[in-house]
């Protein structure tokens, strides 16, 4: 129960987080706020499936994207801090990836990005998942919120 | 299996969707992108669980949010509008209400508000459901898919 242990850690440290979602595309964030008493700490989030919307919506760069295509670590890391900013939460995520079942701009299926942002700075993770698009959505899902968990274990300043 | 009727209809049109989710918190996203092929007319979505991010991200009146609360038929309408023009979509899907436990500006658990924004103008449509939370958040996501649906077996003109 990921997105239950987070709900709880952000309630006790006075904190809040927002998402910037491509693959899969609004799933964390209904996870987060299936927990009751969420809207306390999930502001919301942006929900970038199309290339141009990563940068209208979440401000992620467009030269980047020209040059790079969606699916690269840094524009999970700016899908992180678009998230953070532009929703003002303590703490952002940003996922970016391939769910299949085609590969997308020459890359498999299985190959996401995470990003996490919050007030010491950003971070990143790339992880190589196996089964259906179903599945590397909810292993997509479920890893981002761990990810946060981890730093959220980490005591207030 | 509303999610794939509507992604077929809409790629037989040449059309596309974006969402504005309060209540359903990006629900009804997934559930469009859960469907192989959906990035083609799947432009994305904005999360607005926050009172405050229905005007700053999706374009909701603030007077209307001060006055009237977040879960009234005129905010689903103007969510299902914002949502059309800020993710540039054919059609713009907007959700707001209380999913429950506990009641929401004073109206109570299952009062949803749903709003569909369309090339021809926007209408809006109020449930009143039974169940628990995820019950009320799933049944919602089935009917504004259903509202869309609806729409998409008018002929182009």
Known sequence: MSAQDVVHALKARGETVATAESLTAGLVTAELTSVPGSSAVVRG???VYATDLKHTLAGVDAALLAEHGAVHPE???QLAEGARERCGATWGLGL???AGPDPQD???PGTVHIGL???SGSTVETLTLGGDRDEVRKSSTTA???LLLDHLKIPVE
Chains 1, 2 share one sequence.
């Open 45 to 47: 989030g942006l929900v």
């Open 106 to 108: 020459g890359v498999p």
């Open 75 to 77: 524009v999970a890391r």
């Open 117 to 119: 942002s919050g007030p």
């Open 96 to 98: 970016t990836g391939v």
């Open 144 to 146: 981002v919120l761990d």
